[in-house]
Nanobody
Framework: QVHFVESGGGLVTPGGSLRLSCTAS????????IGWFRQAPGKWREGIAC????????YYADSVRGRFTISRGAAANTAYLDLNNLKPEDTANYFC?????????????????????RGPGTPVTVSS
Protein backbone atom coordinates (compact mmCIF):
# COMPACT_ATOMS: atom_id res chain seq x y z
CA GLN A 1 0.00 0.00 0.00
CA VAL A 2 1.36 3.41 -0.97
CA HIS A 3 1.81 6.06 1.70
CA PHE A 4 2.36 9.70 0.73
CA VAL A 5 4.11 12.38 2.73
CA GLU A 6 3.48 15.97 1.65
CA SER A 7 5.46 19.11 2.52
CA GLY A 8 5.89 22.73 1.58
CA GLY A 9 2.69 24.29 2.82
CA GLY A 10 2.51 27.43 4.91
CA LEU A 11 1.14 30.93 5.30
CA VAL A 12 1.43 33.20 2.27
CA THR A 13 -0.04 36.58 1.32
CA PRO A 14 -2.36 36.93 -1.69
CA GLY A 15 -0.39 36.91 -4.92
CA GLY A 16 2.39 34.86 -3.39
CA SER A 17 3.84 31.50 -4.39
CA LEU A 18 4.62 28.14 -2.84
CA ARG A 19 6.07 24.83 -3.98
CA LEU A 20 4.56 21.66 -2.55
CA SER A 21 6.24 18.25 -2.67
CA CYS A 22 5.01 14.73 -2.07
CA THR A 23 6.80 11.42 -2.00
CA ALA A 24 5.29 7.96 -1.68
CA SER A 25 6.68 4.92 0.06
CA UNK A 26 5.46 1.53 -1.05
CA UNK A 27 5.31 2.62 -4.70
CA UNK A 28 5.10 -0.36 -7.05
CA UNK A 29 4.14 -1.06 -10.66
CA UNK A 30 0.53 -1.06 -9.45
CA UNK A 31 0.67 2.76 -9.47
CA UNK A 32 1.22 5.20 -12.32
CA UNK A 33 -1.14 8.16 -12.18
CA ILE A 34 -0.38 10.75 -9.51
CA GLY A 35 -2.15 13.93 -8.54
CA TRP A 36 -2.75 16.76 -6.11
CA PHE A 37 -6.01 17.33 -4.30
CA ARG A 38 -7.21 19.84 -1.74
CA GLN A 39 -9.91 20.07 0.85
CA ALA A 40 -11.01 23.20 2.65
CA PRO A 41 -12.94 23.08 5.95
CA GLY A 42 -16.57 22.26 5.32
CA LYS A 43 -16.00 21.58 1.62
CA TRP A 44 -15.72 18.47 -0.52
CA ARG A 45 -12.39 17.27 -1.81
CA GLU A 46 -11.27 18.83 -5.11
CA GLY A 47 -8.90 17.20 -7.60
CA ILE A 48 -6.83 20.12 -8.82
CA ALA A 49 -3.86 18.78 -10.81
CA CYS A 50 -3.18 15.25 -12.02
CA UNK A 51 -0.73 13.39 -14.25
CA UNK A 52 -1.91 10.49 -16.38
CA UNK A 53 -0.40 7.08 -15.79
CA UNK A 54 -0.93 6.31 -19.49
CA UNK A 55 0.92 9.09 -21.30
CA UNK A 56 1.97 11.72 -18.78
CA UNK A 57 -0.75 14.16 -19.82
CA UNK A 58 -1.83 16.71 -17.24
CA TYR A 59 -5.25 17.86 -16.11
CA TYR A 60 -6.06 20.99 -14.11
CA ALA A 61 -9.25 22.06 -12.42
CA ASP A 62 -10.69 25.32 -13.74
CA SER A 63 -10.07 26.93 -10.35
CA VAL A 64 -6.28 26.58 -10.66
CA ARG A 65 -5.54 26.35 -14.40
CA GLY A 66 -2.94 28.92 -15.41
CA ARG A 67 -1.76 29.46 -11.83
CA PHE A 68 -0.69 25.99 -10.62
CA THR A 69 1.72 23.56 -12.31
CA ILE A 70 2.14 19.87 -11.52
CA SER A 71 5.35 18.03 -12.32
CA ARG A 72 6.93 14.70 -11.60
CA GLY A 73 10.29 14.12 -9.99
CA ALA A 74 13.04 11.93 -11.39
CA ALA A 75 11.40 9.05 -9.53
CA ALA A 76 7.83 8.11 -10.38
CA ASN A 77 6.78 8.26 -6.72
CA THR A 78 7.47 12.00 -6.36
CA ALA A 79 5.38 14.95 -7.51
CA TYR A 80 5.51 18.70 -7.11
CA LEU A 81 2.91 21.43 -7.29
CA ASP A 82 3.96 25.00 -8.01
CA LEU A 83 1.32 27.44 -6.75
CA ASN A 84 1.46 30.97 -8.14
CA ASN A 85 -0.76 34.02 -7.78
CA LEU A 86 -2.35 32.51 -4.70
CA LYS A 87 -5.79 33.68 -3.62
CA PRO A 88 -7.57 33.43 -0.25
CA GLU A 89 -9.90 30.82 -1.75
CA ASP A 90 -6.88 28.55 -2.28
CA THR A 91 -6.67 28.06 1.48
CA ALA A 92 -6.99 24.31 2.11
CA ASN A 93 -5.18 21.13 3.08
CA TYR A 94 -3.30 19.83 0.02
CA PHE A 95 -2.54 16.15 -0.42
CA CYS A 96 -1.35 13.64 -3.01
CA UNK A 97 -2.97 10.44 -4.18
CA UNK A 98 -2.31 7.83 -6.86
CA UNK A 99 -3.98 5.24 -9.04
CA UNK A 100 -2.94 2.49 -11.44
CA UNK A 101 -0.92 3.02 -14.65
CA UNK A 102 -4.07 2.80 -16.81
CA UNK A 103 -5.68 5.79 -15.13
CA UNK A 104 -5.94 9.03 -17.08
CA UNK A 105 -5.21 12.46 -15.67
CA UNK A 106 -8.87 13.51 -15.79
CA UNK A 107 -10.12 10.28 -14.20
CA UNK A 108 -7.69 10.49 -11.29
CA UNK A 109 -8.73 14.06 -10.50
CA UNK A 110 -12.45 13.63 -11.03
CA UNK A 111 -13.39 10.00 -10.39
CA UNK A 112 -10.74 7.90 -8.69
CA UNK A 113 -11.35 6.89 -5.09
CA UNK A 114 -8.33 8.38 -3.38
CA UNK A 115 -8.93 7.69 0.29
CA UNK A 116 -6.82 4.52 0.21
CA UNK A 117 -3.73 6.22 -1.22
CA ARG A 118 -3.90 9.80 0.02
CA GLY A 119 -1.42 11.30 2.43
CA PRO A 120 -2.23 13.46 5.46
CA GLY A 121 -1.57 16.62 3.49
CA THR A 122 0.14 19.95 4.02
CA PRO A 123 -1.90 23.05 4.90
CA VAL A 124 -1.81 26.19 2.78
CA THR A 125 -3.21 29.44 4.16
CA VAL A 126 -3.52 32.50 1.94
CA SER A 127 -4.18 35.60 3.99
CA SER A 128 -3.04 39.18 4.30
Amino acid sequence: QVHFVESGGGLVTPGGSLRLSCTASGWTRDYGAIGWFRQAPGKWREGIACISGIDGATYYADSVRGRFTISRGAAANTAYLDLNNLKPEDTANYFCAADDPQTSDWYLCEKSPVENTRGPGTPVTVSS
